[in-house]
């Protein structure tokens, strides 16, 4: 019955269904209920720490609900969007027409981004072709040569843009994250092109690839859904983006990993990422927050991600960490003094 967990993914289409049908606060619904009512109860429902043994290990690994449930997702996070970019323009109310682009943002943001991440990890072509597809919906595709190529092998040093400093505010950290991490696309994809023997600007560059086919949607969403449309969808993508950056913000916040004599780091361990056992932000967002085993093991299915004593412990789950960081000094008070607990456990 653990397997059925994620379903809960799917409040999150019925509650921004319910805000396209609604105006004024109403249209807001997502929003309350995930960053709101979430990290509420995640303050009371109990940590989950129970990690899979070998045998339920290989049946999760083997049980096509998993992938099904992923699949099933990508044609709802289309269907939404263009639903949402269909929608009448509410003239005169400014209120609704956000309330909306909020919440077709925390799609982008948890089924778009988040999901497009999971399957960028994959090694199939058709699931990674659908992590591509997902991660569109929000213009964000570079970050898929960048993550597996440059964040996986990069993280917690400096010179991984997604990686928090410590004491850096997160509306920093947003510009810095995201541009950094653009262009280190661009240039992991010209160096793979040097090593194919091919010109930096070859169509197999995927950077290339993705430049284009933003381009093409960007000027499709003009073409039918005109000016007004074009904006709420830009709009909608930034806030996408936006949680994105969040999430990276809180994954690695202030975890640096220590350099020998020769400058070498360490290989990446589960303390240089924080964990979180909080059970229903880890069922919304497929086991994200087990995050220092993910990235001990980068491929390792999201239904089988395992939590260890040595990763450092967030003090409430993803939700409402997301919430702490947009507080800087708030955040920095709570989370500071686990650090050090975490620094004594190391």
């Known amino acids: ?44 429902v109990p940590k989950d720490r129970y990690n899979l043994n070998e045998s339920e290990i290989e049946e999760a690994k083997n049980d096509p609900f998993y992938q099904i449930l992923m699949y099933t997702l990508v044609p709802v996070q289309i269907f939404f ?17 956000v309330g909306r682009v909020f919440s077709m943002g925390i799609m982008c943001g948890v089924i778009g981004i988040n999901l497009g991440h999971e399957l960028g990890h994959r090694h199939n072509t058709w699931e990674l072709f659908l992590g591509e597809i997902l991660m569109l919906t929000s213009l964000e595709n570079h970050f898929i040569p960048y993550h597996n190529r440059g964040h996986h092998f990069q993280v917690a040093t400096r ?9 850096e505010w ?18 992991i994809e010209m160096k793979r092109m040097k090593i194919m023997q091919l010109p930096s600007l070859h169509w197999k560059n995927k950077m290339v690839i993705y430049t284009l ?17 074009l ?15 969040t999430v990276n913000y809180i994954e690695h916040y202030g975890l640096l990993r220590q350099q020998d004599e020769k400058g070498v780091f360490e290989r990446v361990k589960r303390k240089h ?14 086991e994200l927050s087990r995050h220092s085993d993910h990235h001990y093991k980068a491929d390792k299915p999201y239904q089988v991600l395992a939590s260890y004593e040595d990763a450092p412990q967030m003090p409430t789950g ?18 500071h003094p686990h650090m050090s607990r975490s620094a004594q456990l190391a």
């Not at 619904?29 to 303050?43: H, K, S, T």
């Not at 086919?213 to 449309?229: K, M, R, W």
């Open 1 to 44: 019955m653990r397997k059925y967990k994620y379903l809960t993914i799917f409040l999150l289409p019925l509650t921004v269904w319910v805000a396209f049908h609604q105006v004024g606060w109403l249209t807001f619904i997502p929003l309350f209920v995930f960053f709101i009512a979430v990290p509420l109860l995640e303050l009371i």
């Open 81 to 97: 969007l263009l639903y949402f970019l269909n929608l009448p323009f509410p003239e005169g109310d400014t209120l609704t027409l």
């Open 159 to 167: 010179q991984d843009p997604a990686t928090a400093r410590k004491g």
């Open 170 to 187: 997160l509306y920093v950290f947003w510009f810095r994250s995201q541009i950094g991490s653009y262009i280190q696309a661009w240039k």
């Open 213 to 229: 086919v933003h381009a093409l949607l960007l000027a499709s969403i003009y073409a039918f859904f005109g000016f007004t449309g």
């Open 231 to 245: 904006l709420s969808f830009l709009a909608a993508a930034l806030i996408g983006i936006l949680l994105l950056e």
């Open 273 to 286: 990422s924080w964990n979180s056992n909080h059970f229903i932000g880890r069922a919304l967002l497929f």
């Open 318 to 335: 993803y939700p409402g960490m997301m919430v702490l960081a947009l507080f800087p000094p708030l955040f920095f008070s709570i989370v």
